[in-house]
């Protein structure tokens, strides 16, 4: 397994708060995506962020040692459609994960 945190950087600083219908749409299409992926159980978390200086997308995931998350990136439909969204992908040397309290 290896670990990578992947920030999906939106195609400007308030996208979150005017985001058109068919952007929700197409946000829509990209949950979907990245919500198969979790049922794989390669999701430690992700979820959109809502930075002041402008909001984007964040996800840590342990994948499979033969998985590309550049590829995995790149199948986004956010991406896909070429409207202008980018990912920034780390590699995490070591990932610690939490005790979740109820």
């Known amino acids: 397994m ?3 945190f992947m920030k999906l950087v939106p ?3 308030d996208f ?3 985001m058109t219908q068919d952007e929700l749409d197409l946000m829509r299409q ?8 979790a049922e794989k159980g390669w999701a430690v978390a992700y979820g959109p962020v809502a930075d ?23 199948g986004d439909p956010v ?3 070429e409207r ?3 990912y920034d992908i780390f590699p995490m040397p ?3 994960i939490g005790k979740l309290m109820a």
Do not use: C, E, N
């Open 79 to 81: 991406i896909r459609a």
């Open 52 to 74: 002041p200086a402008g909001g984007y997308g964040a996800g840590f995931w342990s994948l499979p040692d033969d998985q590309d998350p550049q590829a995995l990136a790149a």
């Open 2 to 4: 290896k670990y990578v």
């Open 30 to 37: 990209h949950q979907s995506y990245w919500a198969g992926f």
């Open 84 to 86: 202008g969204f980018r």
């Open 11 to 13: 195609p400007r600083a």
């Open 94 to 96: 070591a990932l610690r």
């Open 16 to 18: 979150m708060q005017t």
